[in-house]
């Protein structure tokens, strides 16, 4: 009989949306947005932290480039990749709700304060606008560095840039404040604020200092460094540390000594899953001395650098700060003013807030000082997102650190110990930002915000970016053969 003729079955059909969990197949597109990426950081640092409307404008612009990259990254492989990440979320909540600002269902208690009456939610819609446009961007930033960041060779591209340009900056700016600390890039000389680097205010170079040094620290405590590369990131730290001093923020130093107290204490979690890997190869009384020891060497090493920092580049003065501090009858500086004003603000607008970036006309209102002064952010950046969005956007703040930390300390559970430092020193950069954000507004600044993200990024990143653990190579055991007749005769034979 003849054979039955049969049909092939047709291919599976490929879903429009995809959650990658490997490493899928490299398009140029990708190869692109990794570079876009990594040069939205730089130029949006250099742009005086991206504050300005021209500046934010190209930002954004990027922020388009990337979703059109990301389009025809989709269009060659046949689905849009996305990630499960839940960090995304808060961010997304937050943006809607900034739209729901934006309905006109206005009340008209506002032209009796004597302003300007809005039909909006928000007492400012166009700067409601304004900050939807930076909050999009951002998010587009993160949510492309969550998908293309799938390989552990694009782990250590974002990685290397972060701590290479950190150190560039650094240097940038130890230069400028010894050569001219009252202009920027020696063309402009800022009306308000105390500039150094490209920044206008000295607190936000330090928040920049936070961040960028956190990855080479993270991984000298997780013994990520070959020993020949050691010497040259304990350099970066530390210049890194002089430049964060000089700047002259209390709120800087006390997170930098959060930051390091915080490895510390991820030191014992990196130490134990370190251990577990080296038990596995035979050798973890050693590979435990070992990561303790460098541990206390950097600790050791930080210290004496700060000291040395105090006593030869002009330290004194920050000491003195210090101290001054502790005996003046407020030691905030005037923020307590700031933080009374804003108080005022949540509870006359609880729920929802006075609209994202609106803060400024709101202020005017409840300003003890009956609007003397024109405050534009509150100097707390907890109250400010109450202030802004209300209970709700304090929530989703919440939401967002939560899931940083608990996602971020089950990634240090991981045998390649590149994975454990980047991990180790993201979280304790965004650590340490969120303990400065108590005194000052880091997450406010564009640029600061972009790399606050990128670390968040780098911390809950999957596991397609961990380095498979090589196997040891098997010892041949060398058996002793005894010759025989017959050997003895193919040898002769």
């Given at each position: 009989m003849p054979a039955a003729h049969t049909e092939p079955a047709p291919p599976p059909a490929q879903a429009l949306v995809s959650w990658p969990t490997t490493a899928p197949p490299r398009t140029l597109a990708s190869r692109f947005i990794m570079l876009a990426l990594c040069l939205a950081l730089v130029l949006a640092?250099?742009?005086?932290?991206?504050?300005?409307?021209?500046a934010l404008m190209f930002?954004?612009?990027?922020?388009?480039?990337v979703g059109a990259l990301w389009v025809a990254d989709a269009w060659r492989t046949g689905s849009l990749r996305v990630s499960r990440n839940a960090l995304q979320w808060p961010l997304a909540a937050l943006f809607i709700l900034g739209l729901i600002q934006l309905l006109p269902f206005g009340t008209s208690d506002v032209r009796d304060a004597g302003v300007t009456p809005v039909p909006t939610l928000s007492l400012d819609p166009y700067a409601t606008r304004f900050a939807l446009v930076q909050l999009a961007?951002?998010?587009i930033y993160f949510a492309a560095l969550l998908v293309f960041t799938d390989s552990p060779a694009r782990l250590r591209l974002v990685v290397r840039t972060i701590t290479i340009f950190g150190f560039v900056l650094a240097l940038f700016g130890l230069l400028q404040h010894f050569v001219n600390p009252e202009q920027i890039y020696w063309l402009r000389t800022p009306y308000q604020?105390?500039?150094?680097g490209p920044f206008i205010n000295s607190h936000h170079f330090a928040a920049c200092m936070e961040l960028t040094l956190a990855l080479p620290l993270g991984l000298l405590f997780a013994g990520a460094i070959g020993r020949e590369r050691r010497a040259?990131?304990?350099?970066?730290?530390?210049?890194?540390?002089?430049?964060?001093?000089l700047t002259n923020s209390r709120g800087a130093m006390?997170?930098?000594?959060?930051?390091?107290?915080?490895?510390?204490?991820?030191?014992?979690v990196v130490r134990r899953a370190g251990g577990r890997a080296v038990a596995e190869s035979g050798a973890a009384g050693r590979g435990r001395v070992r990561v303790a020891l460098l541990r206390i060497s950097v600790g050791f090493v930080l210290v004496l650098t700060l000291l040395a920092a105090a006593v030869m580049f002009g330290g004194e003065q920050?000491?003195?700060?210090l101290v001054g501090t502790v005996n003046a009858d407020d030691p905030t500086s005037g923020r307590t003013q700031f933080w009374r004003g804003t108080v005022a603000v949540i509870k006359a607008h609880p729920m929802?807030?006075?609209?994202?970036g609106a803060f400024g006309v709101a202020y005017t209102r409840y300003d003890p000082l009956h609007g003397e002064l024109r405050l534009e952010q509150a100097h707390n950046d907890y109250l400010q997102i109450c202030a802004d969005a209300g209970i709700i956007g304090g929530l989703l703040a919440l939401c967002f650190v939560a899931a940083l930390f608990r996602r971020g300390l089950t990634r240090l559970d991981t045998p390649d110990k590149f994975r454990r430092g980047t991990s180790a020193g993201a979280l304790a950069g965004c650590g340490a930002v969120l303990v400065h954000s108590f005194f000052d507004f880091p997450l406010h600044i564009t640029s600061i915000a972009l790399l606050f993200l990128m670390l968040a990024a780098l911390a809950t990143t999957d596991g397609r970016v961990e380095e498979e653990p090589k196997p040891r190579p098997r010892r041949q055991r060398h058996t002793q053969h005894t010759v025989g007749p017959s050997d003895m005769s193919q040898l002769t034979g």
């Open positions: 640092t250099l742009a005086f932290g991206t504050v300005h409307p021209w930002f954004a612009a990027g922020a388009c480039l961007a951002l998010s604020g105390h500039p150094f040259l990131y304990l350099f970066a730290v530390a210049l890194m540390a002089l430049a964060l001093l006390l997170s930098f000594v959060c930051e390091v107290l915080f490895l510390f204490v991820l030191g014992g920050s000491l003195n700060r929802i807030g006075v609209g994202l």
